[in-house]
């Protein structure tokens, strides 16, 4: 009798009381929406994308404080034509745990994370670091699939990057900002936008 194997044909995954639906809509940015400076209150997160997986490490820690959060997610589209609603599952970790995950071969992403209330909803607003430094993408989360739907982009954004697969966090992880920006040029994702009246 042969030995039984896991395949990615024969693996389902079950509905599960610790994932959740998370429904966001995804932006890209020139830079930080006026009102808001470097300077504010953020949170420093790196991410660590395992390898061939859908699994991520994440550390979140609050500069004002020292303060880390780390947490063991997977994170997937359960619709690969609709990146807006996505199945997450979090652990979260100690400081043993953390290292001793950290030994898998992982492509990493460091960003600031801003909140930012407009229009009495609240965005979060990533500037990235390192190789992806001059990307700053902004994410607003909804509780109901109407209220996504009926959302309208806000003004400081420069085009809807929600379904673009390029500027999922996986996928992020293995480019440059120059590969972004050769990507943007060639897809046409930004139009000119017509000048202000005087």
Avoid at 9 to 28: C, F
């Amino acid at each position: 009798m042969g030995v039984a194997k896991l395949t990615d044909q024969n693996t389902i995954v079950p509905d599960s009381k610790y994932a959740r639906v998370e429904r966001e809509r995804r932006y890209l940015l020139q830079d930080l929406p006026e009102g808001l400076t470097r300077a504010d209150h953020h949170l420093q997160i790196t991410d660590n994308y395992i390898t061939g997986t859908r699994l991520r490490l994440r550390k979140v820690r609050d500069p004002k404080t020292n303060k880390w959060v780390v947490k063991f997610t997977q994170k997937f589209a359960a619709d690969p034509e609709n990146l807006s609603r996505t199945i997450i599952t979090n652990t979260y970790l100690n400081a043993t745990e953390a290292e001793t995950l950290s030994i898998f071969e992982a492509n990493e992403i460091r960003k600031n994370r801003y909140p930012f209330e407009f229009e009495g909803r609240r965005f979060s607003i990533d500037m990235f670091l390192g190789d992806l430094f001059g990307l700053v993408l902004a994410e607003v989360g909804f509780e109901t699939d109407e209220e996504m739907h009926e959302f309208t982009e806000p003004p400081f954004a420069i085009a809807e990057v929600t379904n673009n697969e390029l500027f999922s966090g996986g996928r992020l992880s293995e480019l440059t900002f120059d590969d972004i920006r050769k990507e943007i040029a060639q897809s046409g994702l930004v139009r000119a936008r017509p000048a202000p009246c005087q």
